[in-house]
Structures are given as C-alpha cells and as structure tokens.
C-alpha cells in the first residue's frame, strides 16, 4: 500500500473515533471540490456556503458508517451529492427545489433566449457561463460533465428520465458553446 | 468534411449521438481547420472545467465549528438514553424497597448497587457533555439547539443525582 494511502487511511480512522484535527484535514483535502459541486448546483455564493456545511455535518455524520469499500474522496462526493439534491428536494433550500423543478418541466417550452440574462458586452469566463445555464441543465451538466455520473445515475438522483438527462446535457453543452464563441 | 458538413454534424457531435467514425471525421476536420477548431476548442474548454473551486477561507472555521456543535449534541444524545436507564433501575428500586430497614441491613440491595455503579459514569459523561457544549455556546450564544440541550443536561443531571440520593437512603 503506498505510504500515502496508509496517511489518508490513517486521517480517516482518527476521524471516525472524533478527532477533530483529524477532520479537520478531511476537509482541507475536499473543501475544493465540495464548494465546486454546491456553487454548480446552486449558482449562488451565498447558497452554496451554506451546503457546504450541510454537507461537511453530514459527512461527519455518516463517517463510522464508511468501511472503506470505495475510495473515500467517491464516498464523500457521493454523500455530497445526495445532501444537496436532498436539500434542494426538501424545500430547506426552497429555490433550488424551485427552479430545478421548473426547469425540468419546461425544457420543451421554455426558449433558451429566455434565460439570457447576459450583458453581451460583458467578459463571460466559463464559470459564469455555467452560473447563467438554467437550473436542470446545470444540474445534469455538474453531475455528468464535471462529478462524471452516468445518465441512468443523474436520472435516478434527480427523478428524471435517462432520456430527460441527456436533453438536458444536450442544452447544456450548445448554450455553453453559444456563449463561450461569443 | 467540408465546413457546412461540420456544423450540420456538429451538434450531433457535442450531444454524443455520432457513431465513432463521424464523430472522428468531425474532430479529424476540426483538427485541419482554424475557423471549426476554434469552435471545438471554445467546447474543449467546457470540457476541462475544473472539479475544485478555493471556497472563502472563512468557512473553513464556520464548518467545522458546525460540526463540533453537533458533535456535542450528539454526545448528549447518547447519553441520554444510558441515563434514561439508571434512572429506570434507580426508581425501580425506590418503589420496591421496604419502608423501613433493620439496622442490621448489608448496606445496599443488589438493585441499589447496581444503580450507583452506573450512575456514577453516567454522571461523569454528563458533566462532560455540559462542558462541550458549554464551549460551543460560547462560539454560538445565539443557538437554542445548544441551549436546549444544556438545560436539558442540566435537569437530567439533577434529577438522577436526586434518584442516587434517594436511593443511598
């Protein structure tokens, strides 16, 4: 086993018996990701900080019940996942439910022009590209382009059809492409 | 490919529906020509969109702190339901005993032993629970889940030192 592995292994069994320094690393190593995937999902800072709480307290939570079977950077993105679109299902994050769920109503009525929000003049660097996609096509891009998820899994994670998932990916990609060649 | 080929194909291409030879025909023309690679590549940087973003580094502190309150609450919790346990045995033993005891009496029944043995850690662990989530209120004073919480430890504490008081009479 490589020394770093038995380091990591060695972080995650002095967090599971409470060591907080020990956690404390955990999230030093995936604080990163772990903001990426609730900004993504979100499109809002201030939103997306409050997931990341959520979803550290979570991971805290459900720390003695990992044994180990995947790699533990896949079980703590996957509890990431599952609290925000939890959250978002819940109604404690009341507009992300909201805008998730009319966003994958409408994917055959609503015209993409009426989701421009953009200042054309303005730079638009790929993170803001992503913040102005509509609610489901950024939450399929996220989990598919980014967290790399299957569509049969995004579609079981947003209770969605497969089929939905990729139309949506679909929208994603070309108004991405849009606006990035503007 | 010529270039009206590409852009007829190139959504198709994007959306992953191209069978592997079109899909290498499109990116073989891309690869030949300035105008269409520079629209796949405005694509290929959507494809090296980064898994991490530097979250502020106050959150570092704000999340961890969250976890450390409900660490403590958690504590407590547990322990509650061992203390919901002595007191069971301790008042078990209160209304069983006799109204009077011969002076001659070993000191203690078995159930009242048994009581105290365990209500002496019970009320260690209390003492500590007090004192976690003493320390998390004074990051927090405004949480009333902590404030509930040490009443409540408060009051559990009171109530089974009251029961092993009893109980040593």
């Known amino acids: ?74 079980w703590l993105h996957r509890v990431a996942v599952n609290t925000v679109l939890e959250r978002a299902r819940s109604g404690g994050r009341r507009r992300l439910r909201v805008q998730i769920a009319a966003d994958f109503a409408n994917i055959e009525t609503v015209p993409d022009g009426a989701v421009e929000r953009v200042d054309l003049h303005q730079q638009i660097d790929l993170e803001t590209a992503v913040a102005m996609l509509p609610a ?25 059809a497969e089929g939905t998932s990729k139309a949506h990916l679909f929208r994603a990609r070309r108004l991405l492409r849009q606006r990035l060649e503007q | 490919m010529t270039c009206a080929e590409f852009a007829e194909r190139f959504d198709a291409w994007l959306a992953g529906t191209l069978t592997d030879a079109d899909a290498r025909a499109v990116e073989q023309h891309a690869a030949e020509c300035a105008a269409c690679g520079a629209r796949l590549s405005a ?4 494809g090296a969109i980064s898994r991490e973003i530097p979250p502020p580094p106050a959150l570092r502190e704000i999340t961890l702190r969250a976890v450390a309150q409900r660490r ?23 209304i069983s005993r006799p109204t009077s005891k011969p002076a001659s009496d070993f000191p203690g029944t078995s159930t009242e032993l048994i009581a105290m043995a365990h209500a002496r850690p019970e009320l260690a662990d209390l003492d500590a629970a007090e004192r976690d989530v003493e320390h998390a209120l004074h990051d927090q004073p ?10 409540r430890i408060r009051r559990q504490r009171e109530a089974l030192r009251r029961l092993v008081t009893q109980a040593k009479l």
């Not at chain 1, 002095?14 to 990163?32: L, M, P, T």
């Not at chain 2, 322990?79 to 033993?93: C, E, N, S």
């Open chain 2, 72 to 94: 403590a609450i958690a504590r407590w919790r547990r322990m509650a339901a061992g203390i919901t346990a002595v007191a069971a045995i301790a008042l078990l033993f209160l």
């Open chain 2, 142 to 151: 405004a949480d009333s889940a902590l404030t509930g919480a040490l009443t």
């Open chain 1, 136 to 160: 489901g096509a950024r939450a399929v891009f996220t989990l598919h382009d980014v967290e790399g998820y299957g569509h049969a899994e995004i579609g079981v994670l947003l209770g969605i």
């Open chain 2, 43 to 46: 694509v290929s940087q959507v």
């Open chain 1, 1 to 74: 086993m490589p020394a770093g592995e038995t380091l990591i292994d060695a972080t995650i069994a002095a967090a599971q018996r409470g060591d907080e320094v020990a956690f404390a690393s955990i999230y030093d190593a995936q604080a990163g990701r772990v903001f990426a995937l609730c900004l993504r999902l979100s499109a809002d800072r201030a939103q997306a900080e409050e997931l990341v709480q959520d979803v550290f307290v979570r991971v805290w939570e459900r720390l003695a019940s990992y044994r180990g079977e995947s790699a533990f950077a896949t």
